[in-house]
């Protein structure tokens, strides 16, 4: 298996190179740079610097702008001289979309340029089919080092930084024709443009493998930082998951992806994109940016990995038990309270529709509730079955010959074993609800018990450490 990060059992930090983004370092000691963007229109400078002002006010180390062409990179010179005239001297990036002399215009004025592989060189992807042979593969490697090698040289002679950018919806008809639309086409297409980089002796530049799918964004980067460990390359790192969307849902895809690869070490500055005000991006940076400093150097013992290939996303197979409503794509399951049972929303609450007072599963509803205890109440016995009959599964914490009983290890294993006693002078017995155990700090030592006892499903539910 390759190795795409320091340790797989705590959060070790990938060593990097320092790159200098205007006063700002990114990667090597420093911690991880929180980014954002702007969402004025750049031509219109003086809404920028208010927005670039606010950002920085907010805790935004490095502010990112628009540059769809000429006017947009004229705009910036008086966006950046703004920003200082007002004591402002965040680092200021341009993103580049399919207009190669509005890079090498921009970077005139801003302390760095964000380039995408997938549209600097080549047009939008048409997604014909095309067979490239080794020949005219390299005659399109030599078209990309035409067009992008003058910007590469302009931001070495001005010490400007830059960001090989791939995202994973504008590859290029070149790379999914070669590599398909595919984690490692992303990889493969940074790459092109990182040769070209290294070929001119230029160093100052930092990698993303953006996706709106954290899991293919999180299969990108440990793609791209194994191939950098292979090549013996040590460049940063900006995490992001692509137009993540708004409120809890774009906070939790980000988290995913992001705070994934934090935990892995990998990521030197980031970005939780929202489709919200660009300042209400900084605190979940924060918040991700602390929570991964906390783990340093926290983890598990080591063991051998025999199981896990990062290479290719694919599910752990798994038996579902056919008593329990789960999922084979996941399970949702909340924890509710009587009061929760009396809401007049609660299966709105829950993800299902309601029709005439009823439940109705869809693909967003729950798929199984956890309470306390079984309630006694009319009102809630009255959810409870409902939901019971439309198929959502339900764990009580007290015994139920019904329902799923949900024990903590040692309860599981003193029931366990007393029925293993009675069991001895009884000729049958009566039936009992499937078992769910709930792992809060035992030692994975005593997880052994659980080979005695059988459960239908564990919980892991850790006091401390979430990992």
Known sequence: MNKYCESIFKTVRRKTREVMVGNVGVGGDNPIRIQSMTTSNTRDVEATIDQIMRLAD?????????????????????????????GYTIPVVADIHFYPPAATRVVDFVDKVRVNPGNFVDKRASFKMIDYDDLSYAKELEKIEEKFSPLVEKCKRLKRAMRIGTNHGSLSDRIMNRYGDSPIGMVESALEFANV?????????IFSMKSSNPQVMILAYRLLVAKMMDLGW???????????????????????????????GIGNTIRVSLTEDPWNEIDPCQKLAAFA?????????????????????????VILPKNMALHRDGSVIIKATPQDLHSSDVYKKLGCDAQLGRPKLRISSADCIVMNENPRDQKSIHVLNELKEIGVGLFFGDQSSENYHLMTLQESLKAHNSTSRMKKFMISTATTAPTAVIIKKETPDQWSDLEKIKPSVIFLSPPTNRL
């Open 58 to 86: 907010a805790g935004c180390e490095i502010a990112r702008v628009t540059v769809q062409g000429m006017k947009e990179a004229d705009a910036c010179e008086g966006i950046k001289n703004g920003l200082l005239q007002r």
């Open 197 to 205: 980089c290294r070929k001119y002796d230029y160093h100052d530049f």
């Open 234 to 264: 040590d460049y940063p790192l900006h995490l992001g998951v692509t137009e993540a969307g708004e409120g809890e849902d774009g906070r939790i895809k980000s988290a995913m992806g992001i705070g994934s690869l934090l935990l892995d």
């Open 293 to 317: 400093k906390a783990y340093e150097g926290t983890g598990i013992a080591s063991f051998v990995e025999s199981h896990r290939h990062f290479e290719e996303i694919k599910p752990r197979s």
